[in-house]
């Protein structure tokens, strides 16, 4: 099983690890590790377009959580992406799994920086759920053109 998706199955298993009285620390864990899974599957699906695989490793440290998230976020704009002649629901698909990694980095900001944001159970569920939803979306989408347009988008960072 690949790395990110040990990371999600982990995040999971925190966040129902106490099922009366969850600790913060394991709910702030949770959405710390569905963040990384979605990172983790974005940097490995980028990586694995790389024809020399044991390159792949040391690609996959160059991406930088900040870039990747302004390229999520980029792709949100309808003035810098029209999406002409695709498919509406490759590009839906694909603006919820961007919109999810973006909103994601902000929550595991908080989950590990905020120690005055208190998490429920339920709210540390369904972060981790979106990010399980982004796996699935994923996988739909994964060979569309502009999948591959927004993975190379994580990396190479934006010139004005």
Same mark, same amino acid.
């Given at each position: 099983m690949?790395y990110?998706d040990?990371?999600?199955?982990?995040?999971?298993?925190?966040?129902?690890?106490?099922?009366?009285?969850?600790?913060?620390?394991?709910?702030?864990r949770?959405?710390?590790? %569905?963040?990384?899974?979605?990172?983790?599957?974005?940097? !490995?699906?980028?990586? @694995?377009?790389? *024809?020399?695989? $044991?390159? &792949? %490793?040391?690609?996959?440290?160059a991406?930088?959580?900040? !870039?990747?998230?302004? @390229?999520?976020? *980029?792709?949100? $704009?309808? &003035?810098?992406?029209?999406?002409?002649?695709?498919n509406?629901?490759?590009?839906?698909?694909?603006?919820?799994?961007a919109?999810?990694?973006?909103?994601?980095?902000?929550?595991?900001?908080?989950?590990?920086?905020?120690?005055?944001?208190?998490?429920?159970?339920?709210?540390?569920?369904?972060?981790?759920?979106?990010?399980?939803?982004?796996?699935?979306?994923?996988?739909?989408?994964?060979?569309?053109?502009?999948?591959?347009?927004?993975?190379?988008?994580?990396?190479?960072?934006?010139?004005?």
């Amino acid at each position: 099983m690949a790395y990110h998706d040990d990371l999600l199955i982990q995040a999971f298993m925190l966040v129902r690890k106490e099922p009366r009285k969850p600790r913060q620390a394991s709910l702030r864990r949770a959405v710390s590790s %569905a963040y990384y899974a979605l990172f983790h599957l974005l940097v !490995s699906e980028s990586v @694995a377009n790389w *024809r020399h695989a $044991d390159q &792949r %490793a040391a690609l996959g440290r160059a991406f930088d959580h900040t !870039s990747m998230k302004s @390229a999520s976020n *980029r792709l949100q $704009d309808t &003035r810098l992406f029209k999406f002409t002649d695709e498919n509406p629901t490759v590009v839906t698909a694909l603006k919820y799994v961007a919109k999810i990694f973006a909103q994601l980095q902000e929550q595991r900001h908080t989950a590990d920086y905020d120690n005055a944001t208190f998490w429920t159970k339920t709210e540390a569920l369904t972060q981790v759920a979106s990010v399980q939803h982004a796996f699935s979306t994923w996988k739909t989408i994964r060979k569309e053109r502009i999948s591959q347009a927004y993975l190379m988008s994580l990396l190479v960072k934006k010139r004005d």
